[in-house]
Structures are given as C-alpha cells and as structure tokens.
C-alpha cells in the first residue's frame, strides 16, 4: 500500500512538473496570439506582436516587436512601433479573475503622428478605444438573462500598478510641417494604480488610458515645436504665392493655445 501511495504521489509530482513545463514553453504564444487576436477588436487597426518570453516563476515577461497599424485613410506605416516592452506580474493571479500587473516598461516606442491639430491619427485610435470601453462597460452592466453567447462575455479584468513609457519619440508629418516629418522627442509617461478597485480594468480601458496620455503628451510636444513646424508652413504658404506671415502667426497662436488648455 506504502509504495501504491509513493507511486501515486510521484505521478502528480510529475505531472506538475510536466504542465508548468507545458505552460513555461507555450505561455508566450497564447500571450501573442490574445494581443493579435483581442488589440485590432480594440484599436480597429492592425496590431501584431512579433513575440513574448514568459517566465512563470519569477512572473516576468518581455514582449517584442509591437506594431499598432494607422486607421484608414492615413498614409504612414504605423502609428506606434515598441521593439521592447518589460512586464513584471503577480504569477498566480493569471489563475484567478484578476490579473495584478506590477509593472509595464514600454521602451523607446516611435510614435507616426499624421494630420493636423485636433484631428490625426492618434485622436482617430484615441476614439476607436472609446467606444470599444464604452461597449464593453455596456456588456458587463447587462442582466445576465440579455448577455450574449459565450465568446461575448465580459473582458477579463486587470491591475496595472506601474505604467511607464520611457525614451519615446514622435515623428510628425502634416500641413503645418510643410508635409516634411519632423521627430520630436516627449517626456516619459507614467500612469499608476489603474483597477486597483474591485472592478480592476479591461483591455480596452486600459488601451484608451494609454493612448488618453500618449495623445496628451504629443500635443505639448508639438506646441514647443510650433516654430519648427511654422517654418514648415511659411514655406509651404510662400510656395502657393502668398506672403504667409498673417497665417503663421495665427496658426502658432492657435496651436499653443490649444494645447495649452
């Protein structure tokens, strides 16, 4: 009986063994194929993510080579570009109905900004991750007897202690650049305890925070550029066969008293 029990004991011993080294080789790919699968349901672009090391024990992770696509009708290649992003969760809470998120690095993402003042790209993504919040607090709020099919049930929620964008630069292309880029650099962003209540976060209010702060902080970046950026236009004014000085004085007014407010 003694070596029935052993036997059956070293057979579970095992078989933990064997899944956590299941969960420790295949981890990344589920983790890749839920951002390709879930961020273009959010964004309404393309998003792909090339890659992610998962390590379960330590409750790590780095993702690589993030691309978040331009909406439709806009010309640049992407609207955000993040070679690496670092990620440091509470392991055993991937198991349980919310997922706690200690830390997100995004490091040294380019940012395509392509447009005018109030209305780019950005703001257009900024609006499509509003409405897939607004949709998704519509669903959770719903009785039970109207919620849908299973594959439409509430978004999983999420803790996310540490936000942090570091070293990010934005590339600008538009009329008041004369049609020219120029790359500015912003300062880091840094969001903190986002669903630390009961209710926690979805991916889509999470996204919408996130691309909330990147389109905030570009304004400022642009306004501090408003000099650079009227040379452009002055150019492109004076190309037309106008003197273009009345114009540019009002178009830098404008621009830093928008984003001023």
């Known amino acids: 009986m003694k070596k029935i029990i052993v036997r059956i004991i070293l057979a579970v011993v095992i078989l933990v063994i064997l899944l956590v080294a299941v969960c420790w080789i295949f981890l990344g790919s589920i983790v890749t194929k839920g951002v390709n699968t879930v961020g273009p349901t959010?964004?309404?672009?393309?998003?792909?993510?090339?890659?992610?090391?998962?390590?379960?024990l330590s409750g790590s992770a780095t993702l690589s080579d993030l691309f978040v696509g331009n909406p439709e009708g806009y010309k640049t290649a992407s609207a955000i570009k993040?070679?690496?992003?670092?990620?440091?969760?509470?392991?055993?809470?991937?198991?349980?109905?919310?997922?706690?998120v200690h830390s997100v690095n995004v490091q040294a993402p380019d940012i395509n900004v392509e447009g005018g003042i109030?209305?780019?790209?950005?703001?257009?993504?900024?609006?499509?991750?509003?409405?897939s919040a607004s949709q998704a607090e519509t669903k959770k709020n719903q009785p039970e007897s109207q919620k849908k099919a299973p594959e439409e049930k509430a978004?999983?929620?999420?803790?996310?202690?540490?936000?942090?964008?570091?070293?990010?630069?934005?590339?600008?292309?538009?009329?008041?650049?004369?049609?020219?880029?120029?790359?500015?650099?912003?300062?880091?962003?840094?969001?903190?305890?986002?669903?630390?209540?009961?209710e926690g976060i979805t991916a889509a209010d999470l996204t919408k925070r996130v691309m909330d702060a990147v389109v905030s902080s570009v304004g400022p970046a642009?306004?501090?550029?408003?000099?650079e950026l009227g040379k452009?236009?002055?150019?492109?004014?004076?190309?037309?066969?106008?003197?273009?000085?009345?114009?540019?004085?009002?178009?830098?007014k404008g621009l830093k008293s928008f984003f001023g407010k």
Do not use: C, W
């Open 42 to 56: 959010v964004t309404k672009t393309d998003v792909k993510l090339g890659g992610a090391s998962v390590s379960i």
């Open 82 to 100: 993040a070679n690496k992003i670092s990620v440091s969760l509470k392991p055993m809470s991937i198991f349980g109905d919310k997922i706690i």
């Open 118 to 131: 109030t209305q780019n790209n950005l703001t257009k993504i900024l609006d499509n991750t509003q409405g």
């Open 155 to 198: 978004a999983r929620k999420m803790e996310v202690d540490d936000f942090v964008i570091s070293g990010a630069k934005v590339h600008y292309t538009g009329s008041l650049s004369g049609g020219k880029t120029i790359t500015l650099p912003i300062p880091d962003i840094h969001l903190s305890n986002l669903g630390t209540g009961p």
């Open 222 to 227: 642009l306004a501090s550029s408003a000099s």
């Open 232 to 252: 452009g236009a002055t150019d492109l004014i004076k190309g037309a066969g106008g003197t273009g000085t009345s114009v540019l004085t009002n178009a830098t």
